[in-house]
């Protein structure tokens, strides 16, 4: 299984970016896809998911400007990013929970694959 986020750049607060996170493997559509983030000296903490039913849940530090979205015909994931904000830069990486969200969506043990990371810099 290979996840290849890409998307990320360079953008100035209250600008918008998508991220996509494209994904090899043919159960894509039975895997819980979450977002997290990563800042220069912070741990890698959650952003959004999106289960297999496309129900959705975000950080409150991101709900009402960012949105999750999947493509199960592309096994790709999206995260549009509205309204964006200085401290919202960070490395991003998609991530793949294969047992279809048995675990915490919040945690990163949940997760089974990870995407190499794309990096997000919003200037002030």
């Known amino acids: 299984v290979q996840l290849q986020a890409s998307g990320g750049g360079l953008v100035q607060a209250g600008g918008s970016l998508r991220l996509s996170c494209a994904a090899s493997?043919?159960?894509?559509?039975?895997?819980?896809m979450g977002w997290f983030r990563q800042a220069p000296g912070e741990e890698r903490e959650f952003v959004a998911v999106i289960r297999t039913s496309g129900s959705t849940s975000y950080a409150d530090s991101v709900k009402g400007r960012f949105t999750i979205s999947r493509d199960n015909a592309k096994n790709t994931v999206y995260l549009q990013m509205n309204s964006l904000k200085p401290e919202d830069t960070a490395v991003y990486y998609c991530?793949?929970?294969?047992?279809?969200?048995?675990?915490?969506?919040?945690?990163?043990?949940?997760?089974?694959?990870w995407g190499q990371g794309t990096q997000v810099t919003v200037s002030s």
């Open positions: 493997g043919r159960t894509f559509s039975s895997w819980q």
């Open positions: 991530a793949a929970d294969a047992s279809g969200g048995r675990g915490s969506y919040t945690s990163r043990r949940s997760y089974d694959y």
